[in-house]
């Protein structure tokens, strides 16, 4: 059984950070497409940075240097680094590894 589960998120202000983290079970944890992506409510699914099964990596145009992924083979989880954090970033973030999909998790950000 696969399992995708992220954490991590939370409420900030603005210019802070969070770093989430998403772990990945049932699967060989290998270069494999991985990807994470946030939602606003009324509003569609939006890519925010995705590693590609080369290893390249691609980010968003509204980042602006500000967001980092990474993964850590030995522990299994997938890392999405968020700083300068801004009221527009809040989102439900969610985690995606080979077609499996987390249940996503909250990001505020407000004063």
């Known amino acids: 059984q696969v399992q995708v589960v992220e954490s991590g998120g939370g409420s900030v202000q603005p210019g802070g950070s969070l770093k989430l983290s998403c772990t990945v079970s049932?699967?060989?944890?290998?270069?494999?497409?991985m990807a994470w992506y946030r939602q606003v409510p009324g509003q569609e699914r939006e890519l925010v940075a995705q590693?590609?099964?080369?290893?390249?990596?691609n980010y968003a145009d509204f980042l602006k240097g500000r967001f980092a992924i990474m993964t850590d083979n030995t522990k299994n989880t997938i890392y999405l680094q968020m700083n300068a954090l801004k009221p527009e970033d809040t989102a439900v973030y969610y985690c995606?590894?080979?077609?499996?999909w987390g249940q996503g998790t909250q990001v505020t950000v407000s004063s």
């Open positions: 995606v590894f080979e077609g499996h």
């Open positions: 049932g699967l060989v944890f290998r270069n494999y497409a």
């Open positions: 590693i590609l099964t080369s290893g390249h990596t």
